[in-house]
C-alpha cells in the first residue's frame, strides 16, 4: 500500500507538478541562498543511549547521537519569558519558543527526517549556540497552509522549546 | 424453656492447630517456616542483607504488574503496554512508542499506560507508621566469620523501613467498547479483594484499586476514542541500603578493675592472710539447758579443748542412711563427722549455772 503512488491532479488545468516544483524553487532559493539561516539537528540514537530501565531517562553524558546535520529553515523565536521557580522566587528568564519551517525537499535532499525529541542548535552568535527540543515534528502536513493552493504540502513546520544545559549541552 | 438450638452451648477454648507444623500452636519464639521463607526470596542471590528497594523498583513492580497481572486479550491480540514510566524527555517517550506507532508516528490503539504521580507521600500502610523514631537501626542477620585465627561474628542491622504511597494513573485508550469491557473485567477480578500485590525483589506489595474514572473524547464533530483511567495506589516502603550496618561482634572480653592504692581508709584491718582449716566452736550451755545440736554443712574431725563448768559430755552423731535416721555414741576422740550429720552434745553439769564446751573442728578435704 505504501509504494503505491496516486498521481495528483488537483487544480491541474492551473497549476501542476512543474510549477509546483518551480514555486518550490524559488523558495528555497530565497530562503537557503538569501536568508541562510543555518541551525544544526541532533538526532537521538536510541538504540545506542544509555537509558535507564524504569524511566527510559538517560542524562546529558549518556545519550547517543547520530551523525549531526546542518540543515536551513526559516526560524521565529519567540520573546524570552520571565518567570520563577517558587512563587515570585528564584527569577528564571529563559529563551522563547522557536518555530522552524522547514521544506519537505530539503530533508529528503539531506536524507533526515526530524523527530519528536530531538534537539536543534541554534547559533545564536559566532560563540554560544542554544539549544531547543522539539516539541511538535510538525508530520501532519494536511492543512491548506502548508500547501501550495491546496495542490501538494512541501514545508512542515516544527516548533521547539529551550532546554537547559542540564538535559543537553551539545556535543 | 430451652435454649434455641442456633445458641452453641459449648465453646472450645482449645482449638486445634491452624499450622500443621506447629502442633502444639506457634510458640512465639522460634521463627515461623513461612517467615523464613520470604526471608530466603528477599536474601536470594545476594549478600546477607536485604536488597535495597527504592522508588525506581516499585515503579519496576508496577509495571511488571500490568503486564502481567493486568494482561488483556481482545481478539487473540494483547493490548500493548508502553514498558516505561513516562518522563519529562520527549524523546525517550518517541523511542518507546515507535514499535507500535502508525507513519505520522502516533501511538496504535488501542494502547495502555501507566503514569505516576511524581509526588511520593508518606505511606498509609499502619505496620509501618511512626512506631519507631530516630532511625533506629534492628538486628537483621548474625554472620560468623573467620580471620584465620578468630572465629567470630558480624552483626547485620537494619533501620525500620520507610512507608510510602505512590500513585499510578493506569489508563487505556482504545477504539471499542469491547476491549475497555475486557481491561475492566480483568481489572475487577483481579481487585476483587479490594488489593493486589506486586512483587519486588522478594517482598510482597499491596495495590489498592482507589478509583476509575472515564475521560473518554466523544464529540460529534471530532475524533472519537475511549479513555478510562485506574487510578491504583502502591503502598510500598523504602529500603535504603546505604542505611544498612554492619559491625563485628564481640568475639574476646576483657575484664579489668582498677584500685587507688592511695585510699587505704576503706581497707579491712584483720584480714586473715590464709584461709584456715581449723575453727574453734563454742557450745553453751545456759542454765537448765544440758543439750545442745549442730548440722554440719562440712566433713571435719572434732575434738574437745577445754570444758567450763561441764563434769562429763555425751556426744551422738545422727547421719541419714537411706533415709532412715542411724544414730551411734562417740567413745573416743577425735571423731569423724560428715557433711549433713547432726551432732547431738547432752553434758553434766559440775553446778546449775551457764557452761561452755569449746571444740576443735578441722576441715577434712
Avoid at chain 1, 508530520?139 to 537547559?164: E, L, P, Q
Avoid at chain 2, 562440712?298 to 559430755?313: E, F, G
Amino acid at each position: 500500500m505504501a509504494n503505491k503512488k496516486i498521481p495528483i491532479t488537483r487544480i491541474s488545468k492551473f497549476f501542476g507538478a512543474e510549477d509546483f516544483a518551480l514555486e518550490q524553487n524559488i523558495g528555497m532559493e530565497w530562503l537557503h541562498g538569501d536568508m541562510h539561516f543555518t541551525l544544526v539537528l541532533f538526532r537521538v540514537d536510541s538504540k545506542l543511549s544509555d537509558v535507564d530501565d524504569v524511566y527510559g531517562e538517560s542524562g546529558p553524558e549518556e545519550i547517543r547521537f547520530k551523525v549531526p546535520v546542518e540543515f536551513n529553515a526559516y526560524v521565529k523565536i519567540d520573546e524570552p519569558r520571565l518567570d520563577s521557580y517558587a512563587a515570585g522566587l528564584v527569577k528564571d528568564l529563559e529563551p522563547g519558543n522557536m518555530t522552524l519551517g522547514v521544506y519537505l525537499k530539503h530533508l529528503e535532499e539531506l536524507d533526515i527526517d526530524i523527530n519528536y525529541g530531538d534537539y536543534i542548535g541554534y547559533p545564536e552568535k559566532e560563540d554560544k549556540m542554544r539549544y531547543y527540543t522539539v516539541t511538535n515534528d510538525g508530520r501532519v502536513t494536511s492543512d491548506n497552509k502548508h500547501t501550495i493552493g491546496g495542490y501538494k504540502a512541501f514545508y512542515r513546520t516544527i516548533t521547539c522549546s529551550y532546554v537547559s544545559p542540564n538535559e543537553f549541552k551539545g556535543i | 424453656m430451652s435454649l434455641p438450638k442456633k445458641v452453641k452451648k459449648s465453646l472450645n477454648i482449645a482449638p486445634g492447630p491452624i499450622q500443621g507444623h506447629y502442633p502444639d500452636g506457634y510458640d512465639g519464639r522460634t521463627t515461623p517456616n513461612r517467615r523464613r521463607e520470604l526471608a530466603d526470596l528477599i536474601n536470594d542471590d545476594g549478600t546477607f542483607l536485604p536488597k535495597s528497594l527504592l522508588h525506581a523498583d516499585l515503579d519496576r513492580g508496577m509495571l511488571d504488574f500490568v503486564q502481567t497481572q493486568l494482561k488483556t486479550v481482545t481478539n487473540g491480540k494483547t493490548i500493548n503496554v508502553i514498558d516505561r514510566i513516562l518522563t519529562l524527555q520527549r524523546w525517550a517517550e518517541f523511542s518507546q512508542t515507535w514499535k507500535f506507532s502508525t507513519s505520522d508516528k502516533n501511538v496504535n490503539l488501542p494502547f495502555i499506560v501507566v503514569v505516576r504521580k511524581p509526588e511520593v507521600q508518606y505511606g498509609s500502610n499502619p505496620a509501618l507508621q511512626y512506631t519507631i523514631p530516630d532511625r533506629k537501626q534492628f538486628h537483621y542477620a548474625k554472620v560468623p566469620t573467620w580471620d584465620g585465627n578468630r572465629k567470630g561474628y558480624d552483626i547485620y542491622t537494619i533501620p525500620q523501613p520507610v512507608p510510602v504511597d505512590i500513585t499510578y494513573d493506569i489508563k487505556i485508550i482504545c477504539n471499542r467498547m469491547r476491549e475497555l469491557n475486557n481491561f475492566n473485567r480483568k481489572t475487577l477480578q483481579t481487585f476483587t479483594s479490594r488489593q493486589a500485590y506486586s512483587f519486588v525483589k522478594g517482598h510482597y506489595i499491596p495495590i489498592v484499586l482507589e478509583s476509575i474514572g472515564d475521560e473518554s473524547k466523544i464529540d460529534t464533530e471530532d475524533r472519537r476514542y475511549y479513555q478510562q483511567t485506574y487510578q491504583l495506589q502502591l503502598q510500598g516502603f523504602l529500603l535504603d541500603e546505604e542505611e544498612f550496618e554492619v559491625k563485628p561482634a564481640i568475639s574476646r572480653e576483657l575484664v579489668m578493675f582498677g584500685f587507688d592504692k592511695k585510699n587505704r581508709k576503706k581497707e579491712r584491718k584483720n584480714l586473715d592472710v590464709h584461709n584456715p582449716d581449723r575453727v574453734r566452736t563454742n557450745v553453751d550451755f545456759p542454765p537448765g539447758q544440758v543439750t545442745q545440736t549442730i548440722v554440719y554443712d562440712y566433713k571435719n574431725n572434732i575434738r574437745v579443748r577445754r570444758l567450763n563448768n561441764i563434769a562429763s559430755v555425751v556426744f551422738e552423731i545422727t547421719t541419714l542412711e537411706n533415709n532412715y535416721p542411724l544414730t551411734k555414741i562417740v567413745t573416743e576422740e577425735p571423731f569423724l563427722i560428715n557433711s549433713g550429720d547432726t551432732l547431738k552434745m547432752t553434758v553434766v553439769k559440775n553446778n546449775p549455772g551457764a557452761a561452755r564446751l569449746i571444740l576443735d573442728e578441722k576441715l577434712v578435704r
